[in-house]
């Protein structure tokens, strides 16, 4: 979807780099990178900087950088668009285990925006620092998300577990998952980076079936369907603001 959206701006000098954030890099980012045969720039971060730099906390984000390198929107939720959602269902198995028919539940209550989002995106490429939609300097930084002493301290645990974990310290890494998400809560992306790395099987569902039915002892106070049934699928994104 996102390779057609920049294929649809490109003429007029707009380029796309998506990026991957995963901890063990292109052992999980790869085929998805390959199924998808970009012809932008397609990265892999495997050490979160781009989240740590950015601000980013959920994905997909986006971050509008003019040809200047200076960024007129930070780190937002960007939905992908809206004319090339799939027009047909992907093909499920005959038997779906109830926890990921509640997760897909769940998931259909997400809200997003997605026609004013890329009308604001097109109407930027357009006409550039001149849209209504490019913020000035002073209301990108208030957007920034600014860092206090304790979210420092969180993206540093979550710095070191990614360290720990490919090193093979797996129990190790999990204190300092852990501590991540409790001095960063906010940040759905250290929660999926750290339940990704607990793997339920080798199923299909392997990587959505994580928590408690996991069939061991799950290592985290949370997951992915207990925590959005708590904080409400409708505040998974924040709401897009122009």
Not at 4 to 11: C, T, V, Y
Not at 82 to 111: S, Y
Not at 136 to 165: M, N
Not at 221 to 241: H, K, M, P, Q, V
């Amino acid at each position: 979807m996102w390779q057609e959206l920049r294929e649809e701006l490109h003429p007029q000098g707009f380029e796309l780099v998506t990026v991957g954030l995963d901890t063990l890099g292109a052992v999980d980012c790869r085929a998805f990178i390959e199924a998808a045969n970009p012809a932008h720039p397609s990265l892999i971060d495997q050490n979160h900087v781009m989240a740590n730099l950015f601000g980013v906390i959920n994905i997909p984000s986006s971050i509008w950088i003019n040809e200047a390198g200076i960024i007129v929107r930070p780190a937002e939720s960007a939905p992908p668009p809206p004319e090339n959602v799939a027009a047909t269902a992907p093909q499920m198995p005959d038997e779906i285990p109830q926890r990921m028919l509640d997760i897909m539940t769940e998931a259909t209550n997400i809200q997003s925006d997605p026609n004013a989002y890329h009308y604001a995106l097109k109407d930027w490429v357009e006409k550039g620092d001149a849209s209504e939609f490019a913020l000035d300097p002073e209301t990108v930084i208030a957007r920034s998300r600014p860092r206090d002493h304790d979210k420092a301290l969180g993206h540093a645990h979550f710095e070191l577990a990614s360290y720990l974990e490919t090193e093979g310290e797996h129990k190790l890494a999990i204190k300092h998952f852990r501590e991540a998400h409790r001095l960063v809560p906010d940040s759905w992306t250290f929660r999926r980076q750290a339940w990704s790395l607990e793997k339920a099987d080798d199923g299909l569902f392997a990587r959505f079936m994580q928590g408690p039915s996991a069939g061991k002892d799950w290592p985290y106070e949370g997951d992915w369907l207990t925590d959005i049934r708590a904080e409400g699928a409708e505040n998974y994104y924040e709401s897009w603001r122009p």
